[in-house]
């Protein structure tokens, strides 16, 4: 008799592939001559050569791993560095690092809330945040996107008791649309009801406020619990968690994501201080961005639906999964790859293409992602 996992994958693949939903890996070739929208890369540091180079001599230094976890011996001197130049940056009084952002996000979650607290998250959230609510002990709810009297109506339904923690959690930038949490509303509804508020702005730092610093420091705010990932504008891997002494020193002795995970390598620690360094004295990335951003605005169809949006996530809705995939397939036929996202990564009947610009595209890069648009895109 077939073992009974095996008949479960096999029927959970024929139905993926039944619902047009089926993924596949694609290895990608560094010689393509594809321009590629569809990284995070934002700000075009994955291949920059300061940063290689900085990798390069951190590893003749401090070897190619950690060693061990960071309580064990794993934590050197550049992850100390790192910590400090990020607190410094973004004005906290501790940064923790962590492998990644999904294991940073459990991390916290996990270890912040306990069954009687109340956990609220914007729907839209990343899926390491929704999963991580839903295995917490807390109780949580999900608002409907950036909808402010959706939270307050949920703020007014429960009870606080003296025991009874509450805690907002949204992203700064909106990895699949591209728009930005109301982040003053939030922090000001968050005062009043005593709750904390963590905001995740893995598309947002390194890419919005003037030193690269973010959603938070460009909405005037300063969230109870910062998290910020490696992955994206800083072009590597690894996230960090932003916080105060007292919230660091508790994850330091609870979090089992950072207690139990081998220290990342030292030499990835120095490429981060210099992908960081860049990041803060290098505005022209950002404003690279900006005119390519608006460039691409100017010259697509208004039929097209591309959303315009502050960031250089830009949507376009196409709505049926298959037509998304159609028209990912035409758009890579003449020399452009974009992002095509299905459920259940975002919405049912919101499959939509996802267009990232970075500060390595150049106007002829836009000009041709713009033309293939207004050839292959037909919304209506
Ligand atoms: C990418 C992402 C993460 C996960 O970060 P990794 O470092 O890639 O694990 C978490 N939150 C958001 C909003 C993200 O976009």
Known sequence: MMPLFNQRYQQALIDRQQQGLYRQLQCQETTSTTVNFASNDYLGLAQEPAIIAAWQQGLAKYGAGSGASPLVTGFKVPHANLEQQLTEWLGYKRALLFNSGFSANQAVLFTLLQAQDHLFQDKLNHASLIEAGMLSPAKMTRFAHNDMSALQRQFSKIKPTANTASLVVTEGVFSMDGDCAPLASLREMTMQHKSWLMVDDAHGCGVLGEAGQGSCHLAGI?????????????????????????????????ARHYIYSTAMPPAQA???????????????????????????????????????TTTPIKPIIIGDSGQTMAIAAQLEQRGIKVGAIRPPTVAPNSARLRITLTANHNDADVHQLAMALNEVVDVR
């Open 222 to 254: 300063t969230a109870d619990i910062l998290i910020i990932t490696f992955g994206k504008a800083f072009g590597i891997q690894g996230a960090a968690v932003l916080c105060s002494d007292e919230t660091a020193e508790y994850l330091i002795q609870f």
């Open 270 to 308: 120095v490429a981060l201080s210099c992908a960081c360094s860049l990041i803060q004295t290098q505005a022209w990335r950002r404003e690279k961005l900006q005119a390519l951003s608006d460039s691409l605005e100017h010259q697509l169809d208004k039929c097209i639906g591309l959303i315009a």
